[in-house]
């Protein structure tokens, strides 16, 4: 059963997310997560279903989560929650993403000798694992639509592959030394494009 539209599409609007509600998109979020994917159902429940924030903000808000240090779940919550209410959201999001997962993982503890002696355990896990990577793929397809608009994104992106990916450059001097290129090119075109 589909949720009601949102009668704002913005952090900005007139009429806030409440603080309940955005506590438990990202509980159920952290909750129902299991084998990864938690960046792709961000986007599905924040960007896709509610019209939170849109695709770019979702994109630079998921950029700057994996170059700060921390967990990019944590991260990209903080990020979330902070453009829809501002320090107290943020608050409340990375509370409410990593507050359900923590109580499974202690109560997964308890029991865990007796689920994998259950037949078919192993075989669901690799369900749920591969559930999860087609989100994930479908995030890196949506988020290689957005980007590759413009010939700099792929330019970049097929610089940082060949550096690290082909030539196994160290990531750190790579980032370093890509990262101001990129953001030196994209200031300049928007400048342009003003």
């Not at 009668?7 to 506590?23: E, K």
């Not at 608050?91 to 109580?103: C, E, H, Y």
Request: positive net charge; hydrophobic residues 55%.
């Amino acid at each position: 059963m589909s949720e009601p539209a949102p009668t704002h599409t913005s952090a900005t609007a007139a009429t806030p997310i409440s603080l309940s509600a955005l506590f438990g998109v990202f509980f159920r979020i952290g909750l129902f997560s299991f084998g990864g994917g938690v960046s792709a159902w961000m986007h599905r429940e924040t960007v896709t279903k509610r019209r939170w924030i849109d695709e770019q903000q979702f994109l630079s808000g998921l950029a700057l989560s994996q170059i700060l240090p921390g967990a990019n779940v944590s991260n990209l919550a903080v990020y979330i929650g902070l453009c829809m209410r501002g320090w107290v959201g943020a608050t409340t999001a990375l509370f409410a993403v990593l507050s359900g997962p923590t109580v499974v993982v202690i109560a997964f503890a308890e029991v865990y000798p007796q689920l994998i002696a259950i037949a078919g355990f192993h075989s669901a896990m690799d369900g749920i694992a591969t559930a999860a990577a087609g989100m994930i793929i479908r995030l890196a397809w949506l988020g290689g639509v957005h980007s590759c608009r413009k010939p700099t994104p792929i330019v970049i992106a097929t610089a940082t592959f060949v550096a690290v990916g082909v030539l196994h450059f160290p990531l750190v001097p790579v980032v370093l030394v890509l990262a101001p290129i990129s953001i030196g090119l994209a200031w300049r075109r928007r400048l342009t494009d003003a």
